[in-house]
């Protein structure tokens, strides 16, 4: 049999408590630095009241002046003993028999109070109803206080207790027994095992992990933080401190604070891990910070070393606060504004990892790379790329840099990842089906607002941009933006649509304000639509529908039908918002020429002028014919390459005015063409036209700016329907065989 590295020693729990404030049992900072959840401190108690066995410690019989003291009151101490495992239990023992608090993830102190109730030998977390309830004893740790006199203190209880109810010469003695059974708690017996002071810091290391490996109370990542506190204390100190840092706002000073992410030490050794060796699989890492050698198996000091300092320089980046405030203003760049649009931690990090190899390793200039990463984190956070098998789709992505080898490789990989994933079966089948969700927090819905602020929308029924409404620095006492439903719940369920599911789908929601959403409260939409519309001109709605994805007339439709093509339309405008990414355009500008700019050019493929909209200036009267020909050309522009067409001008350029149409004011010819579009041509399309009115040679012209569509264009001609293109500065009808040919080269 070999020779054991530790020895049994037995103790009772008063006597190491006093070790642990006497300082000689400290705490080495291989050991995960926060404490259990306080309803588990509480059951530790209760355990320990029923008399059930709790478990053992596991100490390191070493001496050392770095090591940290239990608590926040202690100085540091030169410890014999140092807790390698059991850290979690004795530091809640220390802390509730101590009354001292302890520091909790959030790196804030808090005081543990745990409450007893003496009658029926009850622990709990105290709270502010137990606190005033007389029939416990709202903090335990008063009962081992230094100068407390116990026969008294039952008598305290018991009067106190009399005040509010009767008690009987049973209950008394019940009391008093409970009371000094749980003072007796200082005679509660331990084993702790002791590693000899033989053993070095690696071996103390390693068996901690194969200890808490077996119960799986630690991930990779925390075997990982165990190493760097042995062989590389000050790092893991770094973790800490830029997490504590990011929790809070600094005055006057730079720090991590952001409002995105409060990241946690484990979070950011990733980072670190596939910055420094590319890995995302941390199994693997833990063995080269050894000093493992994958192929031979053997350790080496040197190579630990080596290994170390390359973690080292690649954490010196992670926490740069310059790469990672430069990082966070990508996330802007992209829509994003706050944590409540994040779905996935990992997603942010793991995007991260890609913006430092990027600038630090590939030297990408900022501009180009900070909008390559907000291309790709939109794709990311879309798609939601690393919410499954995050390890895994990351592993991938950093093997495809094995082949990049400059600045503008590194960009074009990751924009030919971008476009392999987001193709026109993304844009069309599977962002809709995505969309058909009523989950809160979906990555789809979070893109679609993210898609709002690329595009500048204001809120529906508002003068305010998303953006401005979506600023987390903006706080009140409601939410400057409130989700609400279009078709709203009362109605509904009027209607027979009962179903939460049914009645929360993503696409029944909107951004209003919250005065506006008061005010809407139950009305149907065909109530309140017209009602705040009035706010705003026809074309202002236009726009305003376009970026809410509202189908023209949609307050009139089925719900069923509603939910099904509002869909089409949110993911219409997510792709929209991501070509503003994809193609480095300024985000939200929109070009539009002037009226002279086009007059200029003359007709051409995406340049057409019309004399009128409806008025046959020969016979004087309204011609559907001269309907049919701005129908055609509409048409034409957006099965094509898009383009402008002016209403009010002749083919050479010369003015006519929009007067000779007879419209009694601006906005009835807008509604006009409108209606027309809607009813020949289709609702749908009608987010890519963009109506205005503009001043040309002392005269007024319409001009109709149709982007490129997404689905083909058809007219309704009588009982047909007929299919338009450009052909160079002309409009042209296909056949049927040409129209078929035509839709697979341009839309299929």
Same mark, same amino acid.
């Not at 630095?33 to 709790?54: I, T």
């Not at 405030?325 to 996330?331: M, S, V």
């Not at 844009?427 to 819905?445: D, Q």
């Not at 009035?534 to 009139?556: C, G, K, N, S």
């Given at each position: 049999m070999?020779?054991?590295?530790?020895?049994?020693?037995?103790?009772?729990?008063g006597?190491?408590?006093?070790?642990?404030?006497?300082?000689?049992?400290?705490?080495?900072?291989?050991?995960?630095?926060?404490?259990?959840?306080?309803?588990?401190?509480?059951?530790?108690?209760?355990?320990?009241?029923?008399g059930?066995?709790?478990?053992?410690?596991?100490?390191?019989?070493?001496?050392?002046d770095?090591?940290?003291?239990?608590?926040?009151?202690?100085?540091?101490?030169?410890?014999?003993l140092?807790?390698?495992?059991?850290q979690?239990?004795l530091?809640?023992?220390?802390?509730?028999?101590k009354?001292?608090?302890?520091v909790?993830?959030?790196?804030?102190?808090?005081?543990?109070?745990?409450?007893?109730?003496?009658?029926?030998g %009850?622990?709990?977390?105290?709270?502010?109803?137990i606190?005033?309830?007389?029939?416990?004893?709202?903090?335990?740790?008063?009962?081992?206080?230094?100068?407390?006199?116990?026969?008294?203190?039952?008598?305290?209880?018991?009067?106190?207790l009399?005040?509010?109810?009767?008690?009987s010469?049973?209950e008394?003695?019940?009391?008093?027994d409970?009371?000094?059974?749980?003072?007796?708690?200082?005679?509660?017996?331990?084993?702790?095992?002791?590693?000899?002071?033989?053993?070095n810091e690696? #071996?103390?290391?390693?068996?901690?992990?194969r200890?808490?490996?077996?119960?799986?109370?630690?991930?990779?990542?925390?075997?990982?933080?165990?190493?760097?506190?042995?062989?590389?204390?000050?790092?893991?100190s770094?973790?800490?401190?830029?997490?504590?840092?990011?929790?809070?706002?600094?005055?006057?000073?730079?720090?991590?604070?952001n409002?995105?992410?409060?990241?946690?030490?484990?979070?950011?050794l990733?980072?670190?891990?596939?910055?420094?060796?590319?890995?995302?699989r941390l199994?693997?890492?833990?063995?080269?910070?050894r000093?493992?050698d994958?192929?031979?198996?053997?350790?080496s000091p040197?190579?630990?070393?080596? #290994?170390?300092?390359?973690?080292? #320089?690649?954490?010196?980046?992670?926490?740069?606060?310059q790469?990672?405030h430069?990082?966070?203003?990508?996330?802007?760049?992209?829509?994003?504004?706050?944590?409540?649009?994040?779905?996935?931690?990992t997603?942010?990090?793991?995007?991260?990892?890609?913006?430092?190899?990027?600038?630090?390793?590939?030297?990408?200039?900022?501009?180009?790379?900070?909008?390559?990463?907000?291309?790709?984190?939109?794709?990311?956070?879309?798609?939601?790329?690393?919410?499954s098998?995050?390890e895994?789709?990351?592993?991938?992505?950093?093997?495809?840099?094995?082949?990049?080898?400059?600045?503008?490789?590194?960009?074009?990989?990751?924009?030919q990842?971008?476009?392999?994933?987001?193709?026109?079966?993304?844009?069309s089948?599977?962002?809709?089906?995505?969309l058909?969700?009523?989950?809160?927090?979906?990555?789809?819905?979070?893109a679609?607002?993210?898609?709002?602020n690329?595009?500048?929308?204001?809120?529906?029924?508002?003068?305010?941009?998303?953006?401005?409404?979506?600023?987390?620095?903006?706080?009140?006492?409601?939410?400057?933006?409130?989700?609400?439903?279009?078709?709203?719940k009362?109605h509904?369920?009027?209607?027979?649509?009962?179903?939460?599911r049914?009645?929360?789908?993503?696409?029944?929601?909107?951004?209003?304000e919250?005065?506006?959403?008061a005010?809407?409260?139950?009305?149907?939409?065909?109530?309140?639509v017209?009602e705040?519309?009035?706010?705003?001109?026809?074309?202002?709605?236009?726009?305003m529908?376009?970026?809410?994805?509202?189908?023209?007339?949609?307050?009139?439709?089925?719900?069923?039908?509603f939910?099904?093509?509002r869909?089409?339309?949110?993911?219409?405008?997510?792709?929209?918002?991501y070509?503003?990414?994809?193609?480095n355009? %300024?985000?939200?500008?929109?070009?539009?020429f002037?009226?002279?700019?086009?007059?200029?050019?003359?007709?051409?493929?995406?340049i057409?002028?019309?004399?009128?909209l409806?008025?046959?200036?020969h016979?004087?009267?309204?011609?559907?014919?001269m309907?049919?020909?701005?129908?055609?050309?509409v048409a034409?522009f957006?099965?094509?390459?898009?383009?402008?067409?002016?209403?009010?001008?002749?083919?050479?350029?010369s003015?006519?005015?929009?007067?000779?149409?007879?419209?009694?004011?601006?906005?009835?010819?807008?509604?006009?063409?409108?209606?027309?579009?809607?009813?020949?041509?289709?609702?749908?399309?009608m987010?890519y036209?963009?109506?205005r009115?503009?001043?040309?040679?002392?005269?007024?012209?319409?001009?109709?700016?149709?982007?490129?569509?997404?689905?083909?264009?058809?007219? %309704?001609?009588?009982?047909?329907? %007929?299919f338009?293109?450009?052909?160079?500065?002309s409009?042209?009808?296909l056949?049927?065989s040409?129209?078929?040919?035509?839709?697979?080269?341009?839309?299929?």
């Amino acid at each position: 049999m070999s020779e054991t590295v530790f020895t049994k020693v037995d103790y009772t729990l008063g006597p190491l408590v006093e070790d642990i404030a006497l300082g000689k049992i400290g705490l080495p900072d291989i050991q995960r630095p926060f404490v259990w959840k306080n309803a588990k401190v509480r059951n530790l108690f209760d355990s320990m009241y029923r008399g059930y066995p709790v478990g053992y410690f596991l100490f390191w019989d070493a001496v050392s002046d770095e090591n940290k003291a239990i608590g926040t009151d202690m100085k540091q101490k030169v410890a014999q003993l140092l807790i390698v495992d059991g850290q979690q239990r004795l530091t809640s023992l220390y802390a509730v028999v101590k009354g001292i608090p302890v520091v909790r993830e959030n790196y804030n102190a808090e005081l543990i109070e745990i409450a007893f109730n003496p009658l029926e030998g %009850k622990f709990e977390v105290a709270d502010a109803a137990i606190r005033k309830n007389k029939a416990f004893i709202p903090n335990i740790s008063v009962v081992w206080d230094k100068g407390i006199n116990l026969y008294k203190f039952i008598g305290n209880y018991i009067a106190e207790l009399k005040e509010n109810r009767e008690i009987s010469e049973a209950e008394e003695d019940r009391i008093s027994d409970a009371i000094s059974r749980l003072h007796n708690l200082m005679s509660f017996p331990f084993t702790a095992l002791e590693l000899a002071a033989s053993v070095n810091e690696e #071996q103390v290391s390693e068996v901690f992990v194969r200890i808490n490996s077996e119960g799986k109370k630690l991930n990779q990542a925390d075997f990982i933080l165990t190493l760097m506190s042995v062989f590389w204390d000050a790092g893991r100190s770094q973790l800490e401190a830029f997490c504590r840092e990011s929790r809070t706002p600094s005055v006057g000073e730079p720090s991590a604070f952001n409002h995105f992410i409060r990241p946690k030490p484990d979070q950011l050794l990733r980072v670190s891990v596939g910055l420094a060796f590319r890995r995302a699989r941390l199994q693997y890492v833990y063995s080269i910070l050894r000093g493992k050698d994958l192929e031979t198996e053997q350790f080496s000091p040197e190579r630990r070393d080596e #290994q170390f300092e390359v973690l080292k #320089q690649a954490q010196d980046r992670v926490l740069n606060l310059q790469n990672w405030h430069d990082f966070l203003k990508a996330l802007i760049l992209a829509g994003y504004r706050s944590d409540k649009m994040i779905s996935s931690e990992t997603n942010l990090l793991y995007t991260y990892v890609f913006y430092l190899i990027g600038r630090t390793e590939y030297g990408v200039d900022e501009y180009t790379l900070r909008r390559v990463v907000s291309q790709w984190y939109f794709m990311v956070n879309l798609t939601g790329r690393y919410t499954s098998s995050p390890e895994s789709k990351m592993e991938f992505d950093l093997a495809r840099l094995r082949t990049v080898k400059t600045a503008d490789e590194f960009v074009l990989m990751m924009r030919q990842v971008c476009d392999s994933i987001l193709t026109s079966d993304f844009w069309s089948i599977t962002l809709p089906n995505e969309l058909a969700t009523a989950a809160a927090r979906s990555p789809s819905l979070y893109a679609y607002f993210a898609a709002q602020n690329l595009l500048d929308a204001k809120v529906l029924f508002s003068q305010h941009k998303v953006s401005e409404l979506l600023d987390p620095a903006t706080q009140g006492h409601r939410s400057s933006l409130e989700r609400h439903h279009l078709f709203p719940k009362a109605h509904l369920k009027a209607q027979g649509v009962t179903d939460n599911r049914d009645i929360n789908q993503i696409a029944n929601f909107t951004m209003v304000e919250w005065g506006d959403n008061a005010k809407i409260s139950d009305k149907p939409p065909t109530e309140y639509v017209s009602e705040l519309s009035e706010r705003f001109t026809p074309q202002e709605m236009e726009r305003m529908r376009y970026w809410h994805a509202l189908p023209d007339d949609w307050e009139d439709m089925d719900y069923r039908d509603f939910l099904k093509l509002r869909r089409e339309c949110m993911a219409g405008v997510i792709e929209d918002a991501y070509k503003v990414l994809a193609k480095n355009g %300024k985000v939200a500008e929109e070009v539009m020429f002037s009226v002279a700019d086009l007059i200029t050019q003359g007709e051409t493929t995406t340049i057409e002028f019309k004399s009128t909209l409806r008025t046959n200036l020969h016979t004087g009267e309204k011609d559907p014919r001269m309907e049919m020909s701005v129908l055609k050309t509409v048409a034409a522009f957006l099965n094509t390459h898009g383009g402008t067409l002016v209403v009010g001008m002749a083919d050479d350029g010369s003015p006519v005015g929009i007067e000779v149409d007879q419209f009694a004011n601006e906005d009835k010819m807008y509604l006009h063409l409108v209606n027309l579009i809607n009813g020949r041509i289709g609702p749908q399309h009608m987010m890519y036209i963009q109506p205005r009115f503009d001043d040309y040679d002392h005269t007024r012209v319409l001009v109709v700016e149709c982007n490129k569509g997404k689905a083909p264009v058809y007219v %309704k001609d009588g009982n047909s329907e %007929k299919f338009f293109v450009r052909t160079g500065a002309s409009t042209t009808e296909l056949s049927v065989s040409q129209v078929q040919e035509f839709i697979q080269q341009r839309f299929v």
